[in-house]
């Protein structure tokens, strides 16, 4: 039977053979386990197997966990992943240390004006729409600039760089291409903001073409805890 342990190692193996087919060095590209849907018991499993880093989808779910789990592990980095209401703002802010799809001022806003001064500032990721796919979120790039000089205005905020989620299709050209414009676009950010070093882009289905295209975060969930189920998900 293989072990989520086991399955990270294989995540681990695969983003270092990506990396190695284009010359990168895998330590710079962080694996983020995402642990929506997943019981308590997998995460610390994954922790115990040396995996820091978990994403959530789900508000509630998300805070749940890291209110269960801050004490006993207080390493493990926690991102939210998912889409955000406004009105859930102040519990993504009040407990997460990261935010990946930030794409919009007025969250934004909501988000710095929420974050206890005893935190360390949000760590945040714009998401940019690179596919023009309806079902998907995130800014059209050519809105990129806007939306993080307005962040970087804002002090319990740190803009770290961006995030998208390419096509659903197996098309690796359509991957290259896809990641290619976002890796662009996040290097003539850096122009403005040289602080910028994350690149959040990559699943189990697409890793190799993120990778190849600069992205320094994949984030990996069923292939690490296996099939979800949604209706036990703490």
Known sequence: MTTIADRLAIAQQRIINAAQLTGRNSSEIRLLAVSKTKPIAD???AYEAGQRQFGENYVQEGVDKITTLSTQYPEIEWHFIGPLQSNKSRLVA???DWMHTLSREKIAQ???DYRP???APLNVCIQVNISAEETKSGIDIHDILPLANAIHKMPRLRLRGLMAIGST???VALQQHEFSTLNQAFAELKSSYPHLDTLSMGMSGDLDAAIANGSTLVRIGSAIFGERHYS???
């Open 43 to 45: 995460i610390i499993t």
């Open 94 to 96: 009040s407990h997460f």
């Open 110 to 112: 909501r988000l710095n």
């Open 117 to 119: 001064s005893e935190m």
């Open 169 to 171: 299709s197996a098309d």
């Open 232 to 234: 036990d998900s703490i």
